[in-house]
């Protein structure tokens, strides 16, 4: 099958550049479309994999404000909300085009993208067909949740200096992705983010990460949630929480036993295996 890759960048209500891309099928129409939503730091098109579009999926990203190769300061979230904003009106707009209308659409969450997709489900709890989640952010830890006085510090501080990057960002690649050529595409990848994160930053993953935590039962949409269990990044009983909590009918877990937490780079047999099991999901509601 013949791939079809198109660029270009959009202006969002706050007048920053963000870019977009999609990979479709080249001679027919897709089955389904995909909408990704990546994690902090990252960029959309290192996971736009053409394994979906091989499957027969028309896959749509959009690199946030500040990542990527949208414009911002660097890994700034100053209001979450903006970024689901931006993608809502992205996605949506894609949706809407006539050559689209009818098709199913599905949400793709890696890490905090998957906080990305919960909150787009909340913003329109019947629009969307289903969610993949893959290792996503959607609870802090127990052993990771600071202490209420240290998050009023952070507020205090967050409120005169926001774009302080002052708390330590550890390299942990060698511990997000077991493929060594894939570590290598990470490392050299310009549009990755590699720094200190801004305060307001960690400010707002971690106010998001206690909401979503709180209103999990309030998640309804079909979802396969996906985890490896020995990521260090997010916690594989997370996942499972919000298996057990959700309302949702239709809802899947996998957990794979020994796997990191960038479950589409790891070592190439168990890379197949996953998006085998993302394939076989969608094929059973993309009709």
């Known amino acids: 099958m013949t791939l079809h890759f198109l660029q270009e960048f959009i202006v969002n209500s706050r007048g920053n550049n963000l870019f977009t891309c999609r990979w479709t099928p080249q001679n027919h129409q897709p089955k389904a479309l995909i909408f990704i939503c990546h994690g902090v ?21 959009i690199d946030h404000e500040g990542h990527g190769r949208s414009s911002g300061r660097r890994c700034y979230i100053p209001n979450f909300n903006d970024v689901v904003a931006d993608c809502s009106d992205h996605f949506t707009s894609v949706c809407e085009k006539s050559e689209n209308r ?10 905090m993208g998957g906080s990305v997709a919960l909150l787009l489900h909340r913003k329109a709890p019947d629009y969307w067909d289903g969610a993949v989640l893959l290792a996503p952010m959607c609870k802090v830890s127990d052993d990771m949740r600071p202490h209420p006085i240290m998050v009023s510090a952070l507020t205090m501080i967050c409120a005169i200096a926001p774009t302080w990057r002052i708390i330590p960002t550890p390299d942990i690649i060698d511990k997000v992705c077991k493929d060594p050529e894939m570590r290598k595409q990470v490392r050299s990848n310009p549009y990755i983010y590699r720094g200190k994160f801004p305060l307001k930053t960690c400010h707002e993953l971690l106010t998001v990460s206690v909401d979503i935590e709180k209103n999990l039962d309030q998640v309804t949409l079909p979802f396969l949630v996906l985890h490896g269990g020995d990521d260090i990044v997010t916690d594989p009983s ?21 796997m990191w937490h960038a479950l589409t780079a790891e070592l190439p047999s168990d890379v197949e295996r996953v998006y085998s099991d993302i394939i076989s999901w969608l094929a059973g509601r993309a009709n």
């Open 102 to 111: 009818g098709k199913k659409r599905f949400l793709y969450g890696i890490s």
């Open 238 to 258: 997370v996942s499972k929480l919000l298996f057990e909590k959700a309302s949702s009918r239709d809802k899947t877990f996998k957990l794979y036993p020994g």
């Open 41 to 61: 730091a990252a960029e959309c098109s290192i996971s736009m994999r053409a394994r979906l579009v091989l499957a027969g999926y028309g896959v749509y990203g």
